[in-house]
């Protein structure tokens, strides 16, 4: 097949739609695909490179002359490539693809990673609407995109292209330590978890909390943590390349997010070996096997928050169950399963 993936960018920073798309593009080319990804650029070209996945350069900000420019790009691109299939991960790229599909024979793919925003709705353009969850899924359905266009298609991590940090040791952390990865917004829970640390301080003060990541909301939750009597014990730690050196040395990971698709670092979380708490919203309850994998908490509740991290860190036994429980069940986390229920929407598109 001609697969022609587009995205806003490549940037290598945390973005789990990049990472998402970067790996299904790699996985397709390497099993012998024509894989173009079309994008503004990143430092994930050189990775796209590896697998002979070709870069084109292509600006979708949304300003008018930038727009026309890309238009054009974009017109020339499909008639020099002629692909099989236009796979869309962003709101701009499904109304690119869509408006400009004229006569051109490809079908159109796109994938729902984040149904909250009210812009996910113009995802339903695409031939097939591929949900991350079976939550995505229901919301969109509830939001009017018919049942015979979606196809759930979980996201998964382990065994990605990107993971070629592994034989790098773990950051040496305090422990007990806790953690959370993701970016600093306030829907990821990162004031909710600071206060049910603040909670925890006085029972347990061995215990530290790094907040991995980067994101607008960050001088807000510095100066929350900077107010409490654990400031001292709170490390914010910033984006980081590689997050499975923290992952691996973590004894607790926290995922409290108020909306989440399907969080795509639980695989990360789960593969690595750390206890989990996570909220019970949206897709986070799939990605733990319905609780086997991970203990599930209210949201926007930081005293569940607490008393739930609580026993985990009183009872060492408990925390190595935890430990367990999250590496059972690895096999549909994989990226490799992703790729293949990708591959086989395209196919049954093609053969319609």
């Known amino acids: 097949?001609?697969?022609?993936?587009?995205?806003?960018?490549?940037?290598?920073?945390?973005?789990?739609?990049?990472?998402?798309?970067?790996?299904?593009?790699?996985?397709?080319?390497?099993?012998?695909?024509?894989?173009?990804?079309a994008s503004a650029g990143g430092s994930y070209d050189r990775l796209l490179g590896r697998y002979g996945v070709t870069h084109v350069p292509l600006?979708?900000?949304?300003?008018?002359?930038?727009?026309?420019?890309?238009?054009?790009?974009y017109r020339t691109l499909v008639?020099?490539?002629?692909?099989?299939?236009?796979?869309?991960?962003?709101?701009?790229?499904?109304?690119?693809?869509w408006t400009l599909r004229g006569q051109s024979p490809y079908r159109l793919v796109s994938t729902v990673h984040n149904e909250f925003q009210r812009s996910a709705i113009l995802m339903g353009l695409a031939d097939r609407v591929l949900a991350v969850s079976q939550s995505v899924a229901d919301s969109m359905a509830q939001r009017g995109i018919p049942q015979a266009k979606l196809r759930v298609v979980c996201n998964g991590?382990?065994?990605?292209?990107?993971?070629?940090?592994?034989?790098?040791?773990?950051?040496?952390?305090?422990?007990?330590?806790?953690?959370?990865l993701a970016g600093m917004y306030h829907r990821k829970g990162i004031a909710d978890l600071i206060t049910a640390f603040e909670r925890l301080g006085a029972e347990f003060p061995d215990a530290h909390l790094y907040l991995i990541g980067n994101g607008p909301d960050r001088a807000?939750?510095?100066a929350q943590a900077h107010a409490t009597a654990v400031a001292n014990r709170i490390h914010f730690e910033g984006?980081?390349?590689?997050?499975?050196?923290?992952?691996?040395?973590?004894?607790?990971?926290?995922?409290?997010?108020?909306q989440e698709p399907f969080g795509?670092?639980?695989?990360?979380?789960?593969?690595?070996?750390?206890?989990?708490?996570?909220s019970n919203v949206d897709g986070i309850p799939e990605a733990l096997d319905g609780g086997k994998a991970g203990i599930l908490v209210a949201t926007a509740k930081p005293t569940?928050?607490?008393?739930?991290?609580?026993?985990?860190?009183?009872?060492?036994?408990?925390?190595?169950?935890?430990?367990?429980?999250?590496?059972?069940?690895?096999?549909?986390?994989?990226?490799?399963?992703?790729?293949?229920?990708?591959?086989?929407?395209?196919?049954?598109?093609?053969?319609?």
């Open 59 to 73: 600006d979708q900000r949304r300003q008018p002359l930038n727009l026309l420019r890309a238009a054009g790009l």
């Open 1 to 37: 097949m001609r697969i022609l993936h587009l995205l806003n960018h490549i940037q290598e920073i945390g973005n789990g739609i990049v990472n998402a798309a970067v790996d299904l593009a790699c996985l397709q080319a390497e099993a012998g695909h024509k894989v173009v990804v």
């Open 304 to 352: 569940a928050l607490a008393d739930a991290i609580a026993p985990l860190l009183r009872d060492s036994e408990l925390l190595k169950e935890w430990k367990a429980r999250s590496r059972r069940n690895l096999d549909w986390l994989k990226v490799a399963r992703v790729h293949a229920e990708t591959v086989a929407v395209y196919s049954e598109l093609l053969s319609e």
């Open 264 to 278: 795509l670092v639980l695989s990360e979380a789960r593969g690595a070996g750390c206890a989990i708490v996570a």
């Open 220 to 222: 807000e939750f510095e």
């Open 79 to 97: 008639k020099t490539m002629q692909p099989d299939v236009v796979h869309a991960h962003m709101m701009t790229g499904i109304v690119i693809a």
């Open 157 to 180: 991590t382990l065994g990605s292209p990107r993971e070629r940090l592994s034989e790098l040791p773990p950051v040496t952390l305090q422990h007990p330590s806790i953690a959370t």
């Open 239 to 258: 984006y980081q390349a590689e997050p499975q050196r923290y992952l691996h040395a973590t004894d607790i990971f926290v995922l409290a997010s108020r």
